[in-house]
């Protein structure tokens, strides 16, 4: 099976891809783990960390296979090349550009592009990109993603924003393929007040939630 394959597989598999926006690479490193202890092993390093291309090369350091390390707010060619030279193994983007498209495929790397309107994401979904991020999910909610599906039942989307306990299981019914969670699971409290524990249980909170949600959306 091809890596980029491989990869996209894994970002689905729990159906959670953690989001973190952190301080700095040593709150991050503890981060990963507590997220890691409560079963969610694929995580977004936003490239609004400070240092985020040094936080991504101690994280796949640390955690080698254990966990899947991707870049997230990736908004050029240019922030493309410095995420997978950091060693990122998935990048996302808020906004759909080809040519961000194209440095993750030309690295066997899942491309995960934002869009929101219909044209947006099939564009994005067009061009290649393995799963197309509603973006921003709040905006628009669970009802929005059935929608788009209905007329392109192909589409792999992975909402992000307005993703929490309460909201996870209508985004799964709804059709999502997995599902992008940032301050509902990494919560700002947590990290505050480095309480890692808290992590792991919103974590496998998370994790339960959507495996529940697939059990009951099948026919």
Same mark, same amino acid.
């Given at each position: 099976m091809p890596e980029r394959t491989e990869a996209v597989n894994r970002l689905?598999?729990?159906? %959670?891809? #953690? *989001?973190?926006?952190?301080?700095?690479s040593e709150a991050l490193l503890h981060v990963a783990r507590a997220l890691l202890d409560g079963g969610v092993d694929c995580i977004e390093i936003t490239m609004t960390t400070p240092n985020a291309t040094r936080v991504i090369r101690d994280c796949r350091k640390e955690f080698a296979e254990a966990a899947l390390?991707?870049?997230?707010?990736?908004?050029?060619?240019?922030?493309? %090349?410095? #995420? *997978?030279?950091?060693?990122?193994q998935f990048l996302v983007s808020p906004v759909f550009k080809p040519e961000i498209v194209g440095v993750a495929h030309m690295n066997e790397l899942p491309a995960i592009p934002g869009a929101l309107t219909p044209t947006e994401v099939l564009l994005a979904s067009d061009a290649g990109a393995e799963l197309v991020k509603v973006f921003p999910g709040e905006a628009v909610g669970p009802k929005y993603l059935k929608a788009l599906r209905a007329p392109m039942p192909h589409l792999k989307l992975t909402p992000t924003g307005g993703v929490d306990l309460n909201t996870a299981a209508s985004w799964i019914a709804a059709g999502a393929a997995t599902l992008g969670v940032g301050s509902a699971l990494v919560t700002k409290k947590a990290l505050a007040e480095k309480d890692y524990g808290e992590i792991t249980r919103l974590a496998g909170e998370f994790v339960r939630i959507v495996a529940e949600a697939r059990e009951a959306s099948r026919p």
């Open positions: 689905c598999a729990k159906g %959670v891809v #953690a *989001v973190v926006r952190a301080p700095g390390i991707g870049v997230g707010s990736v908004l050029n060619e240019t922030m493309a %090349v410095d #995420a *997978v030279e950091a060693g990122a």
